[in-house]
């Protein structure tokens, strides 16, 4: 069985409680657990939802989901790129804690994801993308009784929905990510209604590299056509959302299901001479829409203060399972989605592969060698006037910076006695599909 990530006699409580939980234990779920489904949202920017007041009305069922719900308007991923984001999702650990940093590491099966948890509750666990880096082959269908992450386009990814939930006979645990916002942005001709430069350079799997190295330059013109691009493919994202929700309406499943919308990582586009994802820690990239929606939680309740996708394991687990895995690096949101807790100053930390960053209050913190940065994010929300060297605020900065190296120095710790992250035979067909999104060349 799975072992787990702890030192002295943590690590053996924490080791008979994977093992309690594993795949040769599982127990019959009772009817009454609710379902629970998270949609992952690719490179799902947080300011383009109509939650955020964004200009274009892309998401009216996302923005329905969470008045019927929890929204979270400063949800941080905890990576830059899809592998390690999800990683730290599915296991409730930090990127310098499972080392899924870089091709062709893999989620190790000393971990145990919260698909493992639900299936040792006797749930039916399901898993669907169209992302290889999320592949089985980079560890991610652990815990899953179907998984696939090269089944096809969106459309087909709802089709299985559908299929799988027609006639469900116990709860169940799904995990979807949706591909539609991916570069290169395209959506069907019903959802174009944005570009008005159908001539200008479109960002691929071929450029972008170039674009981000500067030898391609883009024009304002350039940046609006992207842009409009990817919100036509954000309001075709949101109508599968709606598709799903509607399929669960029919089928008599909403009133028990647990759902959550969430994003993997961000979107840059110029704003700092990048696009893409994978580059920065700048808000653009590491803040993320979060929704949780369902039975026995509150409605149109808005939790204004720094949450983490890293706190959903945790957090899922206390809602469906009324308990919490003592591993879990997340936090339990439980008490302040009831109100019970407030901004507390807990920190929230996402790391790239040469920084990390820590937000905690107003304040965020990027330390990347050298290239530091410090921003107070309420009142300079696009990252504009960096403080790094600002004396009235040096105490701030540096309480801030002393949590980061205690955060680095405790991951190492924790990180050591688990190893580096696997490394994969990676089938041809994962690498063709990694290459078409332009991760390997």
Known sequence: ??????????????????????????SRADASLPNVLIVSLESMRWDHLGLSGYARPLTPNIDSLARRGVYFPRAYSQGTWTRPSIA???????QS????????????????????????RGYRTYGWSNNANISAAFGFAQGFDEYNALIGKDPKIVASLKAAFHAPSRPFLAFVHLMGTHWP???????DRYDRHKDAVSITADNWTEINQGMVTLTPEDVEHNLALYDGAIQEVDARVGEVMGFLNDAGLARNTIVVIMADHGEEFYERGRVGHGWSLADTLIRVPLVIAGPNLPEGRVVDIPVSNVDLLPTLSRLALASTPAFAQGRDLGPII????????????????????????????????????????????????????????????????????????????????????????????????????????
């Open 97 to 120: 804690t499972h080392r899924v940093r870089g091709n062709p590491d893999s989620l190790s099966e000393r971990f145990q994801t919260l698909a493992e948890i639900f299936r040792g």
């Open 1 to 26: 069985m799975k072992s787990r990530r702890r030192s002295g006699p943590r690590l053996a409580l924490a080791a008979v409680f994977a093992m309690l939980l594993g795949t040769g234990c599982r």
């Open 88 to 94: 730290s999702t599915f296991v409730s650990a930090f």
């Open 185 to 191: 942005y395209h959506s069907s001709k019903e959802f």
């Open 338 to 441: 009831a109100g019970k807790a407030g901004d507390d100053g807990h920190p929230v930390f996402s790391e790239s592969g040469d920084g990390s960053a820590i937000v905690s209050g107003e304040w965020k913190l990027i330390e990347r060698g050298r290239r530091n940065e410090f921003y107070n994010i309420l009142k300079d929300p696009q990252e504009d006037e960096d403080r790094i060297d600002d004396a009235s605020v040096r105490e701030i900065r540096e309480r801030l910076s002393r949590m980061l190296q205690s955060f680095a120095a405790g991951n190492r710790r924790i990180a050591r006695d688990i190893g580096d992250a696997t490394k994969p035979v990676v089938s041809k067909e994962v690498w063709e599909q990694l290459r078409s999104l332009g991760y390997v060349k």
